[in-house]
């Protein structure tokens, strides 16, 4: 007798896709650049299609990386303090 795992309700898929959607965003990755990721790890193009254990296993990841680049809300590099004075001088000629 096979030990199958039981499938994940409605209410625990999308728990965990908000949760997913949360790491995702303390990352500050963009919408594409998450498409991405789970294309090149999962074979997949989008959360819809992976599976129950794929899911658990990408939040369980996105939880386990530390932000290490701070962005800002555009997902650029933020700028470090003596390089957004040095622009706002330019501009006070």
Known sequence: MTNT???MT????????HKIDD???RLGWSVDYC?????????CRSRLVMTDAQLVHLYDTLRSVGCTQPTTKRGRKSRGKKQSKR??????R
Request: glycine residues 6%; positive net charge; proline residues 7%.
């Open 35 to 43: 498409k991405r990721y789970i294309a090149f790890h999962y074979g």
């Open 5 to 7: 795992p039981k499938p």
């Open 23 to 25: 790491e995702v965003a």
């Open 10 to 17: 409605a209410t625990e898929f999308w728990e965990i896709k």
């Open 87 to 92: 622009l706002s001088r330019r501009g006070r």
